[in-house]
């Protein structure tokens, strides 16, 4: 029942922006800390960037804080990760995850998460 549905993905040349938005649906929003992690080919998953279930704190990895910015949307029960200068190295598949805010972990942990979206592709390229 609980489904996490991302889009916003597609082709870019670097500097350029896109923004991700991952609707939820099946869960109460507010309780969950949301974060969103990318993978590309050969590569194990990895954080880009988190926001507390609160709706604040966010956190982003060092490879994209500057540039990403991840907000969410209680009315919508909506992420977004706005992502801007994007570089070749940002391509990868983009996952969207939800933890409940009783579950164990640090907000940076793959393992921490509960639910995960199915991906969409960010492709930067010239």
């Known amino acids: 029942q609980v489904q996490l549905v991302e889009s916003g993905g597609g082709l870019v040349q670097p500097g350029g922006s896109l923004r991700l938005s991952c609707a939820a649906s099946g869960l109460s929003f507010s309780s969950y800390t949301m974060g969103w992690f990318r993978q590309a080919p050969g590569k194990e998953r990895e954080f880009v960037a988190a926001?507390?279930?609160?709706?604040?704190?966010?956190v982003a990895a060092n490879s994209v804080k500057g540039r990403f910015t991840i907000s969410r949307d209680g009315a919508k029960k909506t992420l977004y990760l706005q992502m801007n200068s994007l570089k070749p190295e940002d391509t990868a598949v983009y996952y969207c995850a939800a933890g409940n805010k009783f579950t164990s972990g640090t907000i940076d942990y793959t393992g921490r998460y509960d639910y995960w979206g199915q991906g969409t592709q960010v492709t930067v390229s010239s």
């Open positions: 926001i507390s279930w609160r709706g604040g704190s966010p």
